[in-house]
């Protein structure tokens, strides 16, 4: 049973560029939450989503990011015209529902903005 | 802003329990508190969760006191592989959703 995947692992972006992380749940799960993690610092809520809704994006910058999981595929987070302060470890989780259920984590995408 | 404290840094000889406190004093009476773990920069791994009862399983044991106020993860017989980041999460309704707020976590060290 293939565990959160995440891709890309790495990236690396120049100032002013897009960046686009993607992320697929675990099979079976519908709940998917990105977290960001500065060096040093705990993970820091972003956004929740279910299939083709946005349920909570209060962790989100107001500008710039932006989130969606489409009926098909995996979620996308995009981070427009990026900055040296994107930098970064992007982590995604999911879970089968949300009430009680625990959230299962990916690997991360480092994201490096030069 | 984290609703749980704990130690920054710990060691643990190989072999011994290791022991990693929890403050949570604000917690809620519907608020589970959660273990992950994070090794070098991989993902955090789940480890336990509980509400008010002591639980375990094949990772390790959870301690949560009368009053909740505070809960200690024990892993039992520690191995150099348990030397990771420990973050005790307290999972919180906000605005009607389940979120995670992870504080700075505890570095565990595991010594040979």
């Known amino acids: 049973n293939a565990g959160v995947m995440q891709n890309p692992r790495h990236l690396v972006r120049r100032r002013g560029q897009e960046a686009r992380l993607r992320c697929s749940p675990m099979k079976g799960h519908s709940h998917v939450y990105w977290y960001r993690q500065l060096p040093e610092e705990g993970l820091k809520f972003m956004v929740y989503l279910q299939k083709e809704n946005i349920i909570d994006e209060s962790g989100m910058p107001k500008e710039r990011f932006s989130a969606e999981f489409p009926k098909e595929g995996p979620s996308i987070l995009r981070i427009q015209q990026v900055v040296r302060g994107d930098s970064a470890a992007y982590f995604c989780a999911s879970s089968p529902g949300q009430f009680t259920d625990t959230q299962y984590f990916g690997p991360g995408t480092r994201l490096t903005v030069l | ?112």
């Open chain 2, 1 to 112: 802003d984290a609703k749980t404290t704990q130690p920054p840094s710990m060691d643990c000889a190989e072999g011994r329990a290791a022991n990693l406190p929890c403050n949570h004093s604000t917690i809620s009476g519907n608020e589970y508190v959660y273990w992950y773990r994070q090794i070098h920069s991989q993902g955090p791994q789940y480890i336990i969760h509980g509400l008010k009862n002591n639980e375990t399983n094949e990772m390790a044991s959870l301690i949560i006191t009368e009053d909740r106020k505070s809960s200690t993860l024990i892993l039992p017989h520690a191995t150099l592989r348990d030397t990771a980041v420990y973050y005790c999460i307290v999972r919180v309704r906000d605005s009607g959703t389940y979120k995670y707020i992870f504080g700075t976590g505890t570095r565990l060290k595991v010594l040979a």
